[in-house]
Every structure is written in structure tokens, then in C-alpha cells.
């Protein structure tokens, strides 16, 4: 009788533990940029950016994204710490709004990340004078390296 109860508690352990270990691990993050953009497939310089989500491992692959996308655009952004991998979000809206969403958290699970987003308002845009575009909520974070892997997918939670 004992044997049983015993081998019922050490088998109820590793379940529990198997649960919360297939959760997954939170991935420190902080936000570094969080602003409304104007695009528009009409003008070079206000070209859409293809991916809504988008994860860069290294600074080179940040840079790049950044010279292709800010740069043209005057758009100032901080630059993120180079051991960091940084990751891209962008949520569409309309002609004169964008959802405004704050990143609550990020946990890395079966070779996914994923980031669970928080709405917290909508910004209302004035578009400038021959503006034919819509406008996105865009967010960059970066992110610890340490559970996050070359080709994860992005999966986003609202």
C-alpha cells in the first residue's frame, strides 16, 4: 500500500512538472520603440514593410532592417544593446487610426515566440496634405538571446 501511494505522489511531481516546464520560458524584453507610421505602396519612401512580425538574432540584421525602413524616412530610433536580438511587430489601422498596443510578455515554447500584446487606446492620426496610406502601430524590442533560436516563429497574442 505505501509502495502505491508513494509511486501515485512521485508520478502526480512529474506531471506537474512536465506542465509547467512545456509552458515555456519567459524572454526578458524591453521596448524601444512604439509609434504610429504612415504607409503608402504609391511612394518609395513610405514603402509598407512587408512582414507584421519580424525577429532579427544579430545587430547586423537590425541595421539592415533599420537603413531599409527609418533611415529614408528620417525617422529617429534608438539603437538596441548589440548582445540583444531585437523583434518587430506592427498591427495595422486605417487612414486616420492606428490600434496603440504595449507588449505585456514574451515567452519562448516549442521553437515559437510568443508575444502577448495589451491594447491600451488608439491614436488618432492627422495624415498630411496628399497622404494616400494606411497607418500602423509599430513596435521594436529587443530581447535576450538566451531561449531564442535562428527561424522561430512569431506567434502574437491579443
Known amino acids: 500500500m505505501k509502495r502505491r501511494v508513494w509511486l501515485t505522489v512521485v508520478l502526480i511531481i512529474i506531471a506537474i512538472l512536465l506542465v509547467g516546464c512545456s509552458k515555456g520560458k ?8 512604439s509609434q504610429a507610421i504612415g504607409f503608402s505602396e504609391k511612394d518609395e519612401m513610405f514603402k509598407p514593410i512587408p ?4 525577429l532579427m538574432i544579430n545587430n547586423e540584421e537590425y541595421t539592415k532592417f533599420k537603413d531599409k525602413y527609418f533611415t529614408p524616412r528620417k525617422i529617429p530610433i534608438a539603437s538596441p544593446d548589440k548582445e540583444k536580438a531585437v523583434v518587430f511587430i506592427q498591427m495595422p489601422g486605417d487612414e486616420t487610426t492606428a490600434p496603440v498596443f504595449k507588449i505585456s510578455k514574451i515567452t519562448a515554447v516549442d521553437g515559437k515566440l510568443v508575444v502577448d500584446l495589451k ?3 488608439e491614436a488618432n492620426l492627422s ?8 497607418f500602423k502601430w509599430v513596435v521594436l524590442a529587443e530581447i535576450d538571446k538566451t531561449e531564442i533560436t535562428e527561424n522561430m516563429e512569431i506567434v502574437i497574442k491579443k
Do not use: A, C, N
Open 26 to 33: 519567459k524572454v526578458e524584453f524591453k521596448e524601444f520603440y
Open 51 to 54: 512582414e507584421d512580425e519580424l
Open 119 to 121: 491594447k491600451s487606446g
Open 127 to 134: 495624415p498630411s496634405e496628399g497622404f494616400t496610406g494606411i
